[in-house]
């Protein structure tokens, strides 16, 4: 009896949305054209009742991840009409963030130990993860030359004549040997490894605990174990608590970004910026999507699941706000928790396809913007590099800019015209992290599938729960 009058009632709001978005559109098109002189307040008035229409909608729909991109929409005129007050509100995603933080290393921790120890067969583990490491490489190595490709396709580091960056904005130079990579992978203090968020070293730290505590006697090994597994289930209930606060902390993130850049800044860029769009979406389609057709994985089932944390990754620039509820997401769909608690966060360390992408676009366009012609030979040796530097970076501030300046400094190239992407690095953050969170969620289901275990499981009642609320 009720669902015709809310069907009614949703169009009645689609419709008036399609209206207000109308006419915000042709009020738009007509300042921009010259066409018609339009008060600056009736622009503003045309867009605040195009937002008021996604409110609507959004409080019919009652879904975070609707909330989570009408609150982008909001942040994002919030930006563009109060820029000053926009700027002051970057302290509510700078609490969102450190929240979702603080759940990251109890919760690798947790899965990883009840991931390794709890399982029957060790040798299972150390297959799977040869087998993951395996298709990290080929993917990441693909994603690095699509890469290189797009940006001596585009060119868009050519004649670009941009002023010198703010005396602010300072990135230390890194020079990484084969070594320091190495050595930066084990911890030597675990307390400290857990304070910087040091990723990599947490879950080396974990697989070490869980497989020494797997080789224990089973009086000994259950109480850890069920510790590990009840640290597990809360953090992933502390993950449902934080979330409420996901659309205020994703509003206030996209509100600081434009308030801080402006809207007409990447005027000189969006040469650049759609170069690395363009060679994402090349990426999803041609190699994402195939290996997903391959190994057949539900394609909407699988859209739907990752859709929230692929908008908590675009809109936060952190793949470690998305990284709970991808966990959740994929063994809601059917993959087993001991292989997510594995596949997902090794992935955040070597699986980043789409920072792979960036880096190598972006080291080239260095070399264009400094006219330096880079041989064929030179780029790919470059690439190469890329593939051990780039490792381990995940969920360190501006590590992307970090890893460039030390490509910079190896290969010779100037230094100055990495700040140029200092101006539309978070836009392309955006991007390149929705890919990360992508891949990472496909290679839990591609190695599930390769086990054969892809749906042997039914997810935990907190995991339903979370998904279904």
């Given at each position: 009896?009720?669902?015709?009058?809310?069907?009614?009632?949703?169009?009645?709001?689609?419709?008036?949305?399609?209206?207000?978005?109308?006419?915000?559109?042709?009020?738009?098109?007509?300042?921009?054209?010259?066409?018609?002189?339009?008060?600056?307040?009736?622009?503003?008035?045309?867009?605040?009742?195009?937002?008021?229409?996604?409110?609507?909608?959004?409080?019919?729909?009652?879904?975070?991840?609707?909330?989570?991109?009408?609150?982008?929409?909001?942040?994002?005129?919030?930006?563009?009409?109060?820029?000053?007050?926009?700027?002051?509100?970057?302290?509510?995603?700078?609490?969102?963030?450190?929240?979702?933080?603080?759940?990251?290393?109890?919760?690798?921790?947790?899965?990883?130990?009840?991931?390794?120890?709890?399982?029957?067969?060790?040798?299972?583990?150390?297959?799977?993860?040869?087998?993951?490491?395996?298709?990290?490489?080929?993917?990441?190595?693909?994603?690095?030359?699509?890469?290189?490709?797009?940006?001596?396709?585009?060119?868009?580091?050519?004649?670009?004549?941009?002023?010198?960056?703010?005396?602010?904005?300072?990135?230390?130079?890194?020079?990484?040997?084969?070594?320091?990579?190495?050595?930066?992978?084990?911890?030597?203090?675990?307390?400290?490894?857990?304070?910087?968020?040091?990723?990599?070293?947490?879950?080396?730290?974990?697989?070490?605990?869980?497989?020494?505590?797997?080789?224990?006697?089973?009086?000994?090994?259950?109480?850890?174990?069920?510790?590990?597994?009840?640290?597990?289930?809360?953090?992933?209930?502390f993950t449902n608590i934080v979330m409420?606060?996901?659309?205020?902390?994703?509003?206030?993130?996209?509100?600081?970004?434009?308030?801080?850049?402006?809207?007409?800044?990447?005027?000189?860029?969006?040469?650049?910026?759609?170069?690395?769009?363009?060679?994402?979406?090349?990426?999803?389609?041609?190699?994402?999507?195939?290996?997903?057709?391959?190994?057949?994985?539900?394609?909407?089932?699988?859209?739907?699941?990752?859709?929230?944390?692929?908008?908590?990754?675009?809109?936060?620039?952190?793949?470690?706000?998305?990284?709970?509820?991808?966990?959740?997401?994929?063994?809601?769909?059917?993959?087993?928790?001991?292989?997510?608690?594995?596949?997902?966060?090794?992935?955040?360390?070597?699986?980043?396809?789409?920072?792979?992408?960036?880096l190598s676009l972006a080291t080239v366009?260095?070399?264009?913007?400094?006219?330096?012609?880079?041989?064929?030979?030179?780029?790919?040796?470059?690439?190469?590099?890329?593939?051990?530097?780039?490792k381990g970076i995940a969920g360190v501030?501006?590590?992307?800019?970090?890893?460039?300046?030390?490509?910079?400094?190896?290969?010779?190239?100037?230094?100055?015209?990495?700040?140029?992407?200092?101006?539309?690095?978070?836009?392309?953050?955006?991007?390149?992290?929705?890919?990360?969170?992508?891949?990472?969620?496909?290679?839990?289901?591609?190695?599930?599938?390769?086990?054969?275990?892809?749906?042997?499981?039914?997810?935990?009642?907190?995991?339903?729960?979370?998904?279904?609320?």
């Open positions: 009896m009720t669902a015709a009058p809310q069907g009614r009632s949703r169009f009645g709001v689609i419709a008036a949305l399609l209206a207000a978005l109308l006419i915000a559109a042709v009020l738009a098109a007509l300042d921009w054209a010259h066409a018609a002189a339009i008060p600056a307040p009736a622009l503003i008035a045309s867009r605040w009742l195009t937002i008021a229409g996604l409110v609507a909608l959004g409080v019919q729909r009652r879904s975070l991840t609707t909330w989570i991109l009408v609150s982008m929409v909001i942040g994002a005129e919030i930006g563009h009409d109060l820029p000053a007050r926009a700027v002051e509100l970057r302290i509510l995603s700078q609490i969102f963030l450190r929240m979702i933080r603080t759940i990251i290393a109890p919760l690798l921790f947790g899965t990883l130990v009840v991931g390794i120890a709890g399982h029957s067969d060790l040798k299972q583990v150390g297959r799977m993860g040869v087998k993951a490491l395996l298709y990290f490489e080929v993917i990441t190595t693909i994603a690095l030359f699509i890469g290189l490709g797009a940006i001596n396709l585009t060119q868009a580091g050519r004649g670009i004549h941009l002023p010198p960056p703010p005396a602010s904005e300072k990135v230390e130079v890194v020079k990484q040997t084969a070594s320091d990579i190495i050595l930066h992978a084990f911890p030597e203090n675990i307390a400290k490894a857990v304070v910087e968020n040091q990723i990599l070293q947490v879950v080396v730290f974990s697989i070490l605990f869980g497989f020494a505590l797997g080789l224990l006697p089973d009086t000994k090994r259950r109480p850890m174990l069920a510790f590990a597994e009840s640290l597990a289930e809360t953090m992933f209930k409420l606060f996901a659309p205020v902390g994703v509003g206030a993130a996209i509100a600081f970004t434009v308030g801080h850049m402006g809207l007409g800044i990447l005027a000189n860029l969006l040469k650049l910026l759609g170069t690395l769009y363009l060679a994402l979406t090349v990426f999803i389609l041609c190699v994402l999507l195939p290996v997903a057709l391959i190994v057949r994985v539900p394609i909407r089932r699988f859209i739907a699941a990752i859709a929230e944390p692929v908008s908590l990754a675009f809109a936060t620039t952190s793949s470690e706000a998305a990284l709970p509820r991808a966990m959740e997401a994929m063994e809601a769909i059917g993959v087993p928790r001991r292989i997510v608690a594995f596949v997902m966060p090794t992935g955040y360390s070597f699986n980043l396809d789409g920072t792979s992408l960036y366009f260095v070399a264009q913007a400094a006219a330096i012609a880079m041989s064929w030979q030179q780029q790919v040796v470059m690439v190469l590099t890329l593939m051990l530097t780039s501030p501006r590590a992307s800019l970090v890893i460039l300046l030390g490509t910079a400094a190896s290969f010779n190239l100037p230094t100055e015209p990495i700040f140029i992407i200092l101006g539309i690095d978070e836009l392309m953050d955006m991007a390149r992290t929705s890919v990360n969170v992508i891949g990472n969620c496909l290679a839990t289901v591609v190695i599930a599938r390769w086990e054969g275990e892809f749906g042997a499981e039914r997810p935990s009642a907190v995991v339903r729960e979370a998904i279904t609320s």
